[in-house]
């Protein structure tokens, strides 16, 4: 996207020769907001600014386009006001270009094409002209003087060859057009007589596969690289505050080089023709690349969910809720809505995510709050591993790098508590991986815990535990390895008391257990737990997994999902009058699910939005090829007058 910043115009006649018409030639509106309509006969003068933001394009041409007009935020050349044309004049800039029409040229669309490569000329499969005869034709009217050629050539079928002539003299030849890509070549030339002529052909074509094919046609200025150009760059180019309106990233690049250009500009290092040029090439192109940080203001599920800085949001298998914290700047206690999980920028293995919102559209990533380590001498040789693990023996440090091994450990449903009496910040997870007996990937089946004097890190991994195991009166599902916790949850009930949900006994049944007062471990040691009391089982051998547990009026509610992988299946939710009472079966919540996936999704967290009373459901849509582009879908929840649950699919919508 090209930014719009309103300077004062700055007339010009430019090295690449007299850039004054004698016709009209009208600069779109939806290039440049203050160009008056010409009258006929008026003679234009282009502006710096004008040719800046057009990128010194007099056309730019999306071949074989049948669009009256360009869209909004498609970009004409200075001297065209629509996409493509056959020869003859244009009808807002008067200026005469085109293709030249023939029997055998036809347009074709490209399913796999983006913007300008979506149509393109080609020739008919059925044609009776010979091959090697055949050729795309076009002239443009342009001023005397020096000018960049870039042709564009995206091919969906197998590689082929092309030659361009220019102005009559063959300026490409037997050049590869490869498949499945965009191909953009490009070459200088000079115009004498007022027209630039193209042809793009194949002299050794034999078969339909050697017809030439055109994408599209950029024509450009040739600058020369002047202090007094750079100047108007400088002017032209200058965004106040581009960290308020666009990303870290592309603003940071913005701005070094807008201040290496100043600096130029000021006197100091050269001025050379070269150094000019490097200047000016580095400051237009990180300010085409300012990049607009993205609002949303309506939840899409299923859509791909970006962060304040356009980056895809990695906060998977995770948690919602709304924490008073800290401010960045001030340090006063703000309110925000705080959200954590896992990592799959690499795929399946990674450490925890966290992100900041105000209204829960737009998300600012916060980083990673809990990392994964790269080996064991990384804690020992790490900076940052060193003051975040100081004072751990020898021994810690290896349980450390166990549970936390970048290669081998599994980290999976990250829950965050605040824990008033400590002030502090106890994050809960999934601890898989490796033991010192076993190189399963699932040996270990714990529950990992870590903290943090700051919701953002970074945490302390504690220890990772097995934890509540089948009371001897019981029937355990999975006998042979006890106290197994893998896909878990957190639960804080109104008088302070903290609770883990998590699936055990192979996942076949779920457990709650109660944590103690600093929610760093159980309440009650497994070997002295009472059930009923400490620890309750549900449903054994149901299989069940990704629970997510809240209260509402006073009635406590838990959905979970079944054991598929990661594939999604049925949603079910069960009620109860206590956290460790008795739980009634109330089936699938889910609306018009006639998949019964759960609209594609698996839950991981269900949390109130108070302001609007709106009721949020919160899982996620795997996808086990690509995890990294694993979905969000989250969905308004509707409670009946009798309690009941109902989630119905919307592709859009927003909080009350």
Not at 120 to 139: C, P
Not at 321 to 333: A, F, M, R, Y
Not at 365 to 376: F, L, P, T
Request: proline share 4%; hydrophobic share 35%; net charge negative.
């Amino acid at each position: 996207m090209r930014n719009r910043v309103c300077v004062k115009r700055f007339l010009i006649v430019a090295a690449a020769g007299l850039l004054l018409f004698s016709a009209g030639c009208k600069t779109p509106s939806s290039n440049i907001a203050d160009r008056k309509e010409p009258e006929p006969g008026e003679k234009i003068e282009w502006s710096e600014r004008e040719l800046l933001m057009a990128d010194f394009l007099l056309y730019n041409v999306d071949c074989a386009s049948s669009a009256d007009s360009f869209a909004d935020g498609e970009w004409a050349g200075l001297c065209q006001t629509v996409p493509d044309m056959p020869y003859g004049e244009d009808p807002g800039s008067h200026k005469t270009w085109g293709y030249r029409k023939s029997d055998y040229l036809v347009p074709e669309t490209d399913s796999l094409g983006k913007g300008n490569t979506v149509t393109k000329w080609t020739v008919d499969r059925d044609t009776e002209t010979e091959i090697k005869t055949t050729e795309i034709l076009y002239d443009f009217e342009v001023p005397e003087g020096t000018y960049n050629v870039y042709l564009g050539f995206y091919n969906p079928f197998s590689v082929r060859k092309v030659d361009v002539d220019c102005e009559g003299n063959n300026v490409i030849a037997g050049e590869k057009i490869l498949r499945y890509q965009t191909n953009e070549l490009s070459f200088e030339t000079e115009v004498t007589d007022g027209e630039l002529n193209l042809k793009i052909y194949n002299p050794e074509g034999r078969n339909f596969m050697d017809t030439p094919i055109l994408s599209y046609v950029k024509i450009a200025i040739t600058p020369e690289y002047t202090i007094e150009l750079l100047s108007a760059a400088v002017e032209a180019m200058t965004v106040e505050n581009p960290e308020v309106r666009y990303t870290a990233e592309s603003s940071k690049a913005y701005s070094e080089n807008l201040e290496k250009a100043k600096e130029l500009l000021s006197g100091k290092g050269s001025n050379g023709t070269n150094s000019i040029k490097l200047k000016f090439e580095n400051l237009r192109g990180s300010f085409k690349m300012l990049t607009e940080k993205y609002r949303y203001d309506s939840f899409h599920p299923g859509a791909v969910w970006r962060d304040t800085e356009n980056t895809p949001i990695q906060a998977h298998g995770g948690q919602v809720q709304q924490l008073e914290i800290p401010d960045s700047k001030t340090g006063k206690l703000v309110t925000k809505w705080v959200w954590v999980g896992e990592d799959k920028t690499n795929g399946y293995r990674g450490g925890v995510c966290a992100y900041s919102s105000d209204d829960l559209y737009n998300w600012q990533y916060e980083g990673i709050i809990m990392r994964n380590v790269a080996s064991r001498s990384a804690l020992e040789t790490s900076d940052y591993f060193r003051e975040v693990y100081a004072g751990y023996s020898s021994e810690e440090l290896d349980n450390v790098a166990l549970a936390l091994n970048a290669d081998r450990a599994v980290i999976e449903r990250p829950k965050l508590i605040y824990n008033e009496k400590n002030k502090q910040y106890v994050l809960w997870f999934h601890a898989d991986g490796p033991t010192e007996t076993s190189d399963s990937n699932y040996a270990a089946a714990c529950a990992g815990v870590a903290v943090s004097d700051s919701p953002f890190g970074p945490y302390r991994f504690v220890g990772r535990y097995r934890l509540n195991t089948c009371p001897a009166d019981q029937e355990d599902k999975y006998p042979q390895s006890k106290g197994m916790a893998r896909d878990m949850n957190l639960f804080k009930d109104t008088d302070g008391t903290a609770y883990i949900i998590y699936s055990s006994e192979e996942n076949l049944t779920l457990y709650i257990s109660k944590l103690n007062d600093d929610f760093t471990y159980l309440a009650t040691d497994p070997a002295k737990a009472v059930y009923g009391k400490d620890f309750i089982r549900l449903f054994p051998g149901a299989q069940r997994e990704a629970p997510a547990l809240f209260l509402k009026d006073g009635k406590y509610y838990l959905m979970t999902s079944g054991c598929t992988g990661w594939a999604p299946n049925q949603a079910r939710y069960y009620v109860s009058d206590s956290v460790l009472g008795e739980w009634v079966n109330k089936g699938d919540p889910c609306i018009g699910d006639d998949s019964h996936t759960t609209f594609e999704s698996q839950s991981t967290c269900i949390f109130l939005e108070p302001e609007s009373n709106t009721w949020i459901y919160m899982g996620d849509r795997w996808f086990a090829d690509t995890l990294n582009d694993s979905r969000y879908i989250w969905l308004p929840i509707v409670f009946k007058e009798n309690g009941d649950m109902e989630i119905s699919f919307v592709s859009e919508w927003k909080l009350r």
